[in-house]
């Protein structure tokens, strides 16, 4: 099976810059995303490592180390719009994603 | 691209009754589409994975006989909640995967449908 561990809240202000750590325990690990969610909406998908080391995508970067079964969402310069729920997600098979409990994120200005 | 989207977007049913819920990918041919639910404030819990053409696997737990999920074209499927209760309110999304300029193995998903049964 699967299993996920992700911090349930984080609390940051405009223009800092946080990090949501995601650690897992796969069974079958084919790679890790990263997905937001606003309250009341869909997931939307910010990034994927399969490959240890760094990807960025503007201010958004997700990082992967497979041997530590760990990763981690990097979000710089943050703004109000980026309050919302982060969730990481194991892709365990070609095609089935496991997400992870969720990280509410609060940006106060 | 990959645009994938959800009818309704949000339905009350009385207790007893069943509800049927489309997800539909718009531009893309999506041979494998799943079912999420998501309960306030928690993760999104995969009910079940069908590939066009056959026959949905459910996840432990799910009871296939009350989530009937049809998989019958490559840019529709559909989940009815039968006999619906209470307890089975909730947020329900879909995704596909398929044929998109991305990774074929990608999730694009739904806007969701949030089912409240009184």
């Known amino acids: 099976g699967q299993s996920l561990e992700q911090p349930s809240e984080v609390t940051a202000v405009e223009g800092a810059i946080v990090q949501i750590n995601c650690t897992y325990q796969t069974s079958g690990f084919y790679g890790l995303s990263w997905y937001q969610q606003h309250d009341g909406g869909a997931p939307t998908f910010l990034s994927y490592?399969?490959?240890?080391g760094l990807e960025e995508t503007g201010r958004f970067s997700s990082f992967l180390s497979r041997s530590d079964s760990y990763g981690y969402l990097l979000l710089q310069e943050l703004q109000m719009k980026d309050s919302a729920s982060y969730f990481c997600?194991?892709?365990?098979?070609?095609?089935?994603?496991?997400f992870g409990s969720g990280t509410q994120l609060t940006v106060l200005p | 691209g990959a645009v994938v989207s959800q009818h309704p977007s949000w339905v009350i049913c009385k207790s007893g009754t069943s509800v049927k819920i489309e997800c539909r990918s718009l531009?893309?041919?999506?041979?494998?589409m799943f079912w999420y639910r998501q309960f306030p404030k928690q993760s999104l819990m995969l009910m079940a994975t069908s590939n066009e053409g056959s026959k949905a696997t459910y996840e432990q737990g799910v009871e296939k006989d009350k989530f009937l999920i049809n998989h019958a074209s490559l840019t529709l499927s559909t989940l009815t909640v039968t006999s619906a209760h209470p307890e089975d309110s909730s947020f329900y999304i879909c995704?596909?995967?398929?044929?998109?300029?991305?990774?074929?193995?990608?999730?694009?998903f739904g806007p969701g449908t949030r089912l409240t049964v009184t």
């Open positions: 997600a194991v892709r365990g098979s070609a095609r089935q994603l496991t």
């Open positions: 995704s596909a995967s398929g044929n998109t300029s991305g990774s074929e193995y990608e999730q694009y």
């Open positions: 531009d893309f041919q999506a041979t494998t």
């Open positions: 490592n399969a490959l240890d």
